[in-house]
């Protein structure tokens, strides 16, 4: 018995004991993946200690100061549930958050107290709380189907939560506290101070503006599109044509992939950006709704990448190579396009990125593309040439050619953004930085782009 | 004077005159837009009245009930704030709000009373205070950057805010109130009354279940991506080729859209789908992350679709006709692989929507397909061909091809869901669905599709 119990007990820890090198590997993991985390953006750091910062303040600020003494203790709860819930990542998400809080708690306390008047003036001693549940009921049942409308639940959806909330709950309380008014002001004060807080640090601790993140987002995902049709020029229709080795190894195919589901963040950061007051070189009424639609179309360009992507991985497989003068025209083209549409895109991204019109350059490269595109309607195949022979390199410049379209659209919409949101003309900007050289013909960009896995 | 008062008055009443009709129509449009929202998904007015029932039990047994009377005014508020903050849409949802909920308060209150302990020794008299603040800013620092970790944001999110909530709660009013453990019991007791009454009325009144929402999100998905083709082949390569008004009104070229953004939806509802219990037909481990691998499939064709219709409206602006013979059996062999695809894509949803394996008519579909898309290879073009005559007809069988590809994919995804997540046999479906005849070769999809607007 005992043997078997001593047998059991080593199986036990035999089969227990790999566990802690795996834990451990585990931890290693998990402090690595943390590590990353802060290094890609330092400003996550910042802002978790910003959140930690208004807390204990909220907290400290309950402990030393004797007017907060006066108030209810569950009140001051509320100012400490406040921070928690209202302090966000971007001064524009706590500024939403915050008004919103505010002014539904101000309208739904202001409709509580009328709803409890109204209940009061029934006769009937069961007749008050009946009338109150039936309030509550319609309040928050219309309440709650508002948010299916998109507007609302894009931009009030917290402001709806809070309007249930502090409704039901001015109703509900009301019907035993006497001093309701004292304490709606009590809990307004309460709010005011932990909303006061959040945004004071969100504004002026260390701010991250949504706006400038949308603003710095939109020239990242182009550039990484301008990557992608350099990496085709270089890699693909370059002078390495052919060697697998290469191309299967080659990142910049995958460079576009973050920017095909890019727009939740596009649009979230929209909204936010439409609390922040003028900051930087953004004024209030900024043109965030262009910006939106400069992500869509960049997000067009990118599913032409994806079939061209796509359709290259398939080449390889079905390798037909022959008829080398018409692939040698077709490949001159395709190289000439790429790399144009991809210095064009790269000028677009930096003239986003320093606030002025976009060089004349960017035009003139798509135009040139435009001209590759254009000059493959005169090319004619060999004359005994089979159809996969000609499929295989025309398809990829076909979709390349939407690329140079969707380009040009894309132009379009940059120069719209410029005009509206005032950037500097091309002069004053060259003026101003004459240091730094406007990214043309000789620099093509240099940016680190991450790749999903 | 008064004159001129009077003519302000006019001035004021002529140029606000015009409001009120304006009104009405705003509101008119809002009353057809709220209408629309309701018809679109009855469910939605369900949930409305779940939500407002909800609150009004909670209100009710507030009143009625003698036992809550010995609880605190403010710990009942708890109840109240609970029902309006863990009332989700889906089941899954308020399943994952309310255990988030209920284990962030415990894990969160533990830990908080532990702290308040170690202040507690500390000898000084303003060690306390100043201790307490620390913790909470240290715990509030590392739990707000936890949530820059993309997995405890996305299904833990609400369980962090609820944790530093209630840890500063503690550690702050412990510091006031002596009775920190009968408070703690208390507001324990009136969440878990907020949580049950929300979890109880959400899965058994009307429950609306993520996992059945995700389960059929795929195969409408999939049913866009086939009326897409069938438009294809009816109206681009049908016998009506060629006139372009019908054309320019094909409602055809846009089913595939919505499907390009539908990732953030299928993320939420997969994660929401995990928390819930087994239900209907879906077991507790029904292999939600295969539905994604699914729906990423499903975007990737319809990628290529996007490629197609753009493509497409290019390709009716230069218009060459000519070659009439080549382009006619290039039209022959497009035509018969978007009918084959498309088909083949209906069989794939309705297998998936009738839970069965998908009929061997699938795989033979693509099978055709294919082999329709091997004849292109066979093909030569006229040999006075000019490169533009062959790439507007080649170009879009090359990217039809893609389509055909990415179906094949798309079809062993689905096969290998019908494997791991135990649907029925083929011949088992047909013994129990004897009435209602499989689609297959004779009965076309009819799909109602919404289109964005």
Redesign the interface.
């Known amino acids: 018995m005992e043997a078997a119990a001593r047998t059991n007990q080593n199986v036990g820890v035999t089969s227990w004991f790999p566990l802690f090198p795996r834990l451990k590997d585990k931890a290693a993991k998990l402090g690595k ?2 590590k990353k ?2 290094k890609d953006d330092p400003r ?2 910042l ?3 910003k ?3 208004a ?2 303040l909220i ?2 600020f ?2 030393v100061n004797p007017l907060f003494t006066s108030l ?3 009140s ?2 509320w100012a ?2 406040t921070v ?2 209202v ?1 966000e990542y971007t001064a524009g998400g706590t500024l939403s958050k915050g008004l919103n809080r505010t002014f539904a708690t101000l309208l739904a306390g202001a409709l509580g107290l009328a709803a409890q008047r109204l209940a009061a003036l029934s006769s009937h001693s069961a007749g008050e ?1 009946i009338l ?3 309030f ?7 309440a ?2 508002s948010r ?2 998109p507007e609302i639940k894009a931009r009030y959806d917290y402001g709806v ?1 809070i309007f ?2 502090t409704f ?2 001015v ?3 009301g ?3 006497e001093e309701l008014i004292k304490l709606a002001l009590q809990r307004l004060s309460t709010i005011a101070i932990g909303v006061g807080t959040c945004l004071a640090i969100s504004i002026f601790v260390f701010p991250v503006w949504a706006g400038e993140d949308l603003h710095n987002l939109l020239p990242a995902n182009i550039d990484k599109l301008a990557c992608f049709l350099e990496g085709l020029e270089r890699e693909y229709f370059g002078e390495k044509m052919g060697s697998d080795q290469i191309l299967e190894e080659a990142s910049f195919l995958s460079t576009y992939k973050p920017v ?2 890019s ?2 963040t596009e649009d979230l950061l929209a909204n936010f950006a439409r609390w922040e007051p003028g900051h930087g070189c953004f004024g209030f009424c900024h043109p965030w709704k262009l910006y939106l639609k400069v992500g869509a179309l960049t997000r ?1 360009c990118a ?2 990448m ?2 061209i992507s ?2 290259i991985s ?1 080449d390889k497989k079905n390798k037909v190579i022959s008829d080398t003068e018409f692939r040698e025209r077709i490949r001159t083209a395709c190289a000439e396009m790429s790399s144009k549409t991809g210095k064009a895109l790269a000028e677009l991204a930096t003239s986003i990125r320093q606030m002025r019109t976009p060089a004349t350059a960017a035009a003139q490269h798509l135009s040139n593309a435009t001209t590759a595109s254009e000059s ?6 060999a ?6 022979e ?2 295989q390199s ?2 990829t ?3 390349l ?2 690329v140079v ?2 380009a040009h659209h894309l132009a379009t919409a940059v120069e719209e953004l410029s005009r509206v949101a005032h950037f500097k003309r091309q002069e004053q900007a060259h003026k101003d930085s004459a240091v730094k050289p406007v990214a043309g013909d000789e620099s093509p960009p240099h940016v680190v782009v991450e790749i999903e896995k």
Do not use: C
């Open positions: 993946m943390l985390i802060g996550r750091i802002h978790s200690f959140a930690g910062l807390l204990s907290s400290i309950y402990y209810a203790s569950s001051t709860m400490v549930l928690v819930v302090m709380p109150l549940s039936v509550v009921f319609l309040l928050a049942a219309m709650t189907f299916f409308v939560t249930i909330l039901s709950m109703a509900v309380s019907y035993r506290e095909l589901n727009k939740p067009q599913y032409s994806e079939a796509s359709h398939t493959l309607k005169t090319l004619s195949p004359k005994d040439a089979s159809l996969p000609i499929l025309a398809t410049a076909s979709l050619s939407e379209k969707s």
